[in-house]
């Protein structure tokens, strides 16, 4: 039996099950948009998941985990936030498979924190400065020869810019909140979707995800295994690694995404991090388990 | 001089205790570190250097000697969104920065302790039974049942249960591995005497109500590791 947890209206997870439904796998799941329906039990030996089509009885071997934040209301929203209490409680102690486990996932709220895991792992990580001191910024810009992009620390989306002059006008403002500046790197960006022992790797041309199987060789075989390695040693199973290759061969990573819309890196017709992924979790479907749903 | 940072209420009984042991010390609250204090941090995955201000001190990484950090300010609570989001910048830089410093950080918290507490609690409980190889509870027993030890820096400190110092005697190495895994040298661990099952791990003890003896066990150790 294989549990899948996210919400119903995710595509990704929408793909995956379809997926999983067609190889007609034992299929459970948590529609984390109607989280007031469930319930989880822990009885010193197993944890049971009760509410929808789940009794707390079917052993669960591998979970699959896409955490949705969207909540309609307020009081939705701390609904979800209890489920998710208790689904994270849950996932960090049992000993069925979690891909991907949280508190393992978790680096890439600090962007400058994660960046040195990255480069403990063999990984180039570019020239990076926090701070909330003007004169460092600028001192930072002068020594990269006025070539820096500015951006967010932690895990909220933000938008990468090239820094200007009218930035600059406006530095000052940095020392209300602390910002990301990195050196600039000319070259082209591709994305490496992990699963397991595998990677998928595209290319990004003008916002668009470039899937052809050429695309799969552009990039060194040692930086791969880096890839699959660090991944690995995280503790995670799939990842959506970003970086840019430079036109003298050499890469720079920038982050890791633990949890990677992968859809937008393949195709419909050839869905191949999806078909990585569903053969992975049917692989280890039939392993031990202390959860029931 | 090399100075030590002393991050925590102005009544926490263990920065006061550190503050009068080590040479140089700095204080301020974790609040006033993330709404007033400087950072500068630069790496390129070799090298890293930086700076950390708090009021009119500024001092770089090379002159901090140790930092003890130990949060128990509670959230501030954001209405707006804006506030929300600086916040959490302000946080997941202040992580990085501490994360990097050379010296020793009682306790060196990772990403996922910043953004929940709370789940990082129950992941270092996890990992505490499991390197220890003891029984984990996840239901909330009688507080009468529950014995409380105080581990620091690779050793346990006096009037832990006599069954869990001869069983980390026994396995000399496992608790050094969960300090190494998890960036904690000192904690509380609540634990079942009866079952021996591990409750809770709280890396960041409030120590108030904490026997003398025991204060004076831990502190001139955590003023050793940060002078």
Redesign the interface.
């Known amino acids: 039996m294989i549990l899948v947890v996210g919400a119903h209206a995710d595509p990704v997870l929408g793909r995956i099950v379809s997926a999983l439904e067609q190889n007609a796998v034992p299929l459970a799941r948590i529609d984390e948009h109607n989280p007031r329906a469930y319930r989880i039990e822990?009885d010193?030996h197993h944890w049971r998941v009760r509410g929808d089509a789940c009794q707390g009885c079917r052993p669960v071997a591998v979970i699959l985990v896409r955490h949705s934040i969207q909540a309609a209301t307020r009081a939705d929203r701390g609904a979800w936030l209890d489920l998710k209490?208790a689904l994270?409680?849950m996932l960090?102690?049992t000993r069925s498979r979690v891909v991907n486990r949280?508190?393992?996932d978790?680096?890439?709220?600090?962007?400058?924190?994660?960046?040195?895991q990255?480069?403990a792992a063999g990984?180039?990580?570019?020239?990076?400065?926090?701070?909330?001191?003007p004169d460092?910024v600028l001192r930072?810009v002068a020594a990269q020869g006025g070539r820096v992009l500015f951006k967010?620390?932690?895990?909220?989306t933000t938008v990468p810019q090239m820094l200007t002059l009218d930035h600059l006008a406006r530095i000052d403002s940095v020392?209300?909140?602390?910002?990301q500046f990195q050196e600039f790197i000319e070259g082209d960006d591709y994305r490496v979707t992990v699963v397991d022992d595998s990677c998928v790797v595209t290319r990004g041309v003008g916002g668009e995800a470039d899937c052809s199987s050429a695309v799969q060789k552009a990039l060194p075989g040692d930086l791969l295994q880096r890839c699959i390695a660090c991944t690995r040693d995280a503790g995670l199973v799939i990842s959506g690694i970003d970086l840019r290759l430079r036109h003298d061969g050499t890469a720079c990573v920038f982050e890791l995404n633990p949890c990677p819309a992968f859809i937008h890196h393949e195709t419909d017709k050839h869905p191949r991090i999806t078909g990585l992924l569903v053969r992975y979790l049917m692989r280890h479907r039939h392993e031990g388990s202390d959860v029931l749903v | 001089m090399r100075t030590t940072l002393l991050i925590a209420e102005p009544d926490d009984p263990l920065a006061q205790h550190v503050g009068r042991l080590v040479p140089r010390a700095l204080r301020c609250t974790q609040r006033e570190l993330l709404e007033r204090g400087r950072l500068s941090l630069q790496q390129d995955g070799v090298q890293v250097r930086g700076a950390l201000g708090i009021g009119t001190t500024s001092l770089p990484f090379e002159s901090v000697a140790g930092v003890l950090y130990r949060p128990h300010g509670a959230p501030p609570r954001h209405r707006k969104k804006l506030g929300a989001f600086v916040h959490h910048e302000r946080q997941a830089a202040w992580c990085a920065a501490l994360y990097a410093l050379p010296c020793a950080v009682v306790n060196r918290m990772p990403p996922g302790w910043w953004l929940d507490p709370e789940l990082h609690r129950c992941w270092l409980a996890d990992r505490f039974a499991l390197e220890l190889a003891l029984p984990r509870r996840h239901d909330a027993p009688a507080p009468m049942e529950v014995r409380s030890a105080y581990v620091i820096e690779g050793d346990v400190a006096p009037g832990a249960p006599a069954w869990l110092r001869r069983h980390l005697a026994a396995n000399p190495a496992a608790l050094g591995r969960w300090q190494e895994a998890t960036g904690v040298r000192i904690a509380r661990i609540d634990i079942v005497g009866r079952t021996q099952g591990v409750v809770a791990v709280d890396p960041f003890p409030a120590l108030r109500e904490a026997a003398p003896a025991l204060l004076a066990h831990i502190g001139p150790r955590v003023a050793r590791l940060l002078a």
Do not use: H, M, W
């Open positions: 822990y010193g209490r994270d409680t960090l102690a949280p508190a393992v978790t680096d890439n709220y600090s962007k400058p924190y994660q960046a040195r990255l480069a990984l180039r990580v570019p020239s990076t400065l926090v701070t909330n001191i460092e930072f967010g620390v932690s895990d909220r020392a209300g909140c602390p910002v």
